[in-house]
């Protein structure tokens, strides 16, 4: 295991390459944040954003949890998605799961798991209102079909937040997106289900 000193140092060196390429970085980003984007993604360690989409502090805005679930009363999530829209002024609102979840996975299993069992109802949720189309699938691509319908119904959560409508009904600018990560080849898939102010969705 890395010693939490190695962390330190990888701080002081990642710190001093940046300011050597742009020695005004850190003092220009400390005077405001313009993210352009707001991540909602899973807390997986393998599911890195600004990584992911080779973007620099200050250009991403970002909420994770467990299997990247919008719950209408998490204030946690909301407060995230308030700040995001409303005060940064972001355009583009992305939901991304990923492959091989283990949110995802436990979600599938009858075995209990303690308190996360129920943030993991949410997902279940989603299991059971398509539960159609998992039928004749095999154990994997039912667990990918998951992730995949849970990306989607996230999506739909954002929209029918009072923040996405109200911003709308202003007839403000922003899109939501939902986009799946392949945790095998690092590569990110569009699930081509993106949302903008004159879509309708069911609420
Ligand atoms: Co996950």
């Known amino acids: ?3 939490l000193k190695t ?10 390459s940046i300011k050597e390429k742009d020695p005004e970085f850190f003092s220009q980003l400390s005077k405001q944040q313009t993210p352009e984007y707001l991540w909602i993604g899973c807390s997986d360690s393998r599911v890195p954003p600004n990584q992911i989409v080779n973007l620099s502090p200050g ?3 970002v909420h994770r949890n ?8 998490d204030l946690n999530c909301l407060s995230v998605i308030q700040y995001a829209v409303e005060v940064l002024k972001v355009k583009n609102i992305i939901i991304c799961g990923h492959y091989g979840c283990g949110g995802i996975k436990a979600a599938m299993e009858d075995q209990e798991h303690g308190l996360i069992d129920n943030w993991l109802r949410h997902i279940k949720d989603v299991h ?3 539960a159609e189309r998992f039928e004749g699938l095999t154990h994997d691509e039912k667990l990918d079909l998951l992730c ?3 990306v989607k119904e996230q999506v739909t959560n954002i929209c029918n937040t009072t923040i996405v409508q109200n911003t709308w009904k202003q007839g403000c600018e922003l ?7 392949n ?8 699930l081509d289900i993106s949302v903008t102010p004159n879509d309708v969705i069911r609420r």
Do not use: Q
Not at 183 to 190: A, P, Q, R, S, V
């Open 1 to 3: 295991m890395k010693s």
């Open 7 to 16: 962390l330190f140092d990888n701080n002081l060196a990642w710190a001093s």
């Open 59 to 61: 250009e991403i805005f």
């Open 66 to 73: 467990i299997a990247n679930i919008v719950v209408h009363t």
């Open 128 to 130: 059971r209102f398509n």
């Open 148 to 150: 995949e319908l849970n």
């Open 175 to 181: 899109s939501v997106h939902g986009w799946i990560y």
């Open 183 to 190: 945790i095998e080849n690092g590569t990110l898939k569009d």
